[in-house]
């Protein structure tokens, strides 16, 4: 599995972005999928994920009401939608596959094998 981050730039404290993430080969729809970010010089958060399929929806409480995941299994691409941008949120940002039974908002829950992630930069 590939995967391709995009969506990422340069954004104003207040404002809003939406990432996507390519899934390549034909499983996607049988992955959960989670989103994460890395800021210079700390270790890597988690922010969001979602099964397969269904309304359940998991987000760490640092982008709770301010973000959302979903997902697009026909086009295999998985999306987070962040509103009310902070400075803090600067970061590059990935997506990953979640292995099952495991939990959902550790970071060790997900593939060892990350992409090239998409630079997310807030100016405040």
């Known amino acids: 599995v590939q995967l391709v981050e995009s969506g990422g730039g340069l954004f104003q404290t207040g404002g809003s972005l939406r990432l996507s993430c390519v899934v390549s080969?034909?499983?996607?729809?049988?992955?959960?999928m989670g989103w994460f970010r890395q800021a210079p010089g700390k270790e890597r958060e988690f922010l969001a994920a979602?099964?397969?399929?269904?309304?359940?929806?998991f987000y760490a409480d640092s982008v709770k009401g301010r973000a959302t995941i979903s997902r697009d299994n026909d086009k295999s691409v998985v999306y987070l939608q962040m509103n009310n941008l902070k400075p803090e949120d600067t970061a590059v940002y990935y997506c990953?596959?979640?292995?099952?039974?495991?939990?959902?908002?550790?970071?060790?829950?997900?593939?060892?094998?990350w992409g090239q992630g998409t630079q997310v930069t807030v100016s405040s």
């Open positions: 990953n596959v979640k292995t099952p039974g495991s939990s959902w908002y550790s970071v060790d829950s997900y593939s060892s094998s």
């Open positions: 080969g034909d499983i996607f729809s049988t992955l959960a």
């Open positions: 979602l099964p397969t399929a269904g309304r359940s929806t």
